[in-house]
């Protein structure tokens, strides 16, 4: 009997797998809902709307190269390197391994994000995304093809190839993924109280998106915790007023885009 229900728990999952950008587009509509409720100040979505119209269209792209790529790299080398690594892993209660996995990919992309902000070469990689003048949920969707693939890695990797979760698995890990991108660049005014010493807020990232910065701080994507120990944390602000985007000339949108 257990086999079974296991059996069918697994179909039900690999089902919800396929609806996952209805689950974003069912997010986002949330959190549009949300900013006209809520909204941390005026923001003119038309005046760069082609903008982010262009980074989504290019990111979904992206996003298929950059997992398919990597899960067909994973699949050659499958039965030499990952079959029997790391068992003890593997086998940990369902929810251990989502949160543990959940932590992994937040620490290794604190470091991927501090990267992208080391050197001229690397910069160019994310600077299409930082050339976001008004935060909101559709906005924080900009990222170059090499911004992509380099998240990708830790976000199949440890999932797929490390932990080897389930379908189930895999939708809530990504579930919260695609949540953190959307919430972090929303336009919200919004306190979630003792949790905001622990998680990424708008206010929180909106920080790090500051024209203004003499050094990148607060680099976390879900947890604060890696900024606090590392030495990047700056305080959220509330002011309305903070300029964002690039302090130097914005190369051509294209270029931005391929992140050269």
Excluded: C
Excluded at 32 to 45: A, D, G, K, S, T
Excluded at 91 to 116: E, G
Excluded at 216 to 229: A, F, H, I
């Amino acid at each position: 009997m257990i086999p079974m229900i296991q059996q069918s728990v697994q179909i039900a999952a690999d089902a919800l797998t396929q609806y996952r950008s209805l689950w974003l587009i069912v997010m986002a509509a949330g959190f549009l809902v949300l900013e006209q409720i809520l909204p941390h100040h005026p923001v003119n979505r038309r005046r760069h709307l082609h903008l982010d119209f262009l980074g989504v269209v290019a990111g979904l792209a992206f996003v298929a190269i950059s997992y398919g790529s990597l899960r067909w790299l994973g699949a050659l080398m499958d039965g030499l390197v990952w079959e029997d690594a790391l068992p003890t892993l593997r086998d940990l209660p369902s929810p251990i391994k989502v949160l543990l996995v959940i932590i992994a990919v937040d620490f290794v992309i604190y470091w991927l994000h501090a990267f992208m902000h080391q050197w001229h070469f690397s910069w160019r990689m994310h600077r299409w995304h930082h050339s976001i003048e008004e935060m909101y949920w559709f906005s924080g969707l900009r990222a170059s093809f090499p911004h992509v693939f380099l998240y990708a890695i830790p976000q199949v990797v440890l999932p797929v190839f490390i932990f080897d979760l389930s379908a189930a698995e895999m939708l809530v890990a990504t579930g919260v993924g695609n949540f953190v991108q959307l919430w972090t660049h929303t336009n919200l005014k919004i306190h979630i109280g003792p949790l905001g010493w622990l998680v990424v807020t708008p206010n929180y990232h909106r920080v790090h998106h500051r024209t203004d910065q003499a050094r990148p701080t607060n680099l976390g994507n879900l947890l604060t915790v890696w900024d606090r120990l590392f030495g990047t944390y700056e305080a959220p602000v509330q002011t309305s007023t903070t300029r964002l985007g690039l302090a130097e000339r914005a190369p051509h949108p294209l270029r931005m885009l391929m992140g050269i």
